[in-house]
């Protein structure tokens, strides 16, 4: 003997949602979506037009306790206390020498500057620059 029940409809057994619900839930969902694609846009505009940017072009290991470099300094107008950073390494890999400058912008936008190593470096890095509001060195 088989019993023959329909299955029970959940609104038959629950109630029906409130009609509002889904609105709210999609309004939410809608303002949250808005809201991160703000901040997306926000981030993307403020991160890809800093204050200062550089690159390295070239370096020379000039002698024992000296390295040249020249790098490409793009200053915006209003960049405030611009300051770069370049490192020289030996051959182990250890820092022999660091050089902190401000570039100015009557500079030109390629920048040759000197570093004072404590023996032969093999080879010279850009950190990159800061200014006032950029904490990520470019």
Do not use: K, N
């Not at 299955?7 to 057994?13: H, N, Q, S, Y």
């Not at 400058?101 to 800061?130: W, Y």
């Amino acid at each position: 003997m088989s019993s023959q029940h329909a299955p029970a409809i959940p609104t038959d057994r629950y109630g029906a949602p409130a009609p509002w619900r889904r609105r709210a839930l999609l309004s939410g969902v809608v303002a949250l979506v808005v809201a991160f694609l703000g901040w997306l846009v926000w981030t993307m505009v403020v991160h890809a037009a800093p204050p200062v940017d550089s690159d390295l072009v070239s370096f020379d290991i000039v002698d024992e306790h000296t390295a040249v470099a020249i790098v490409h300094v793009e200053l915006a107008d209003d960049a405030v206390d611009p300051s770069c950073l370049l490192r020289a390494y030996a051959e182990d890999h250890s820092v022999v020498g660091e050089l902190s400058f401000t570039p100015e912008p009557g500079d030109g936008d390629r920048i040759e500057q000197t570093i004072r190593t404590e023996r032969r470096a093999t080879s010279v890095e850009s950190v990159g620059c800061t200014a006032e509001g950029q904490s990520r060195p470019r």
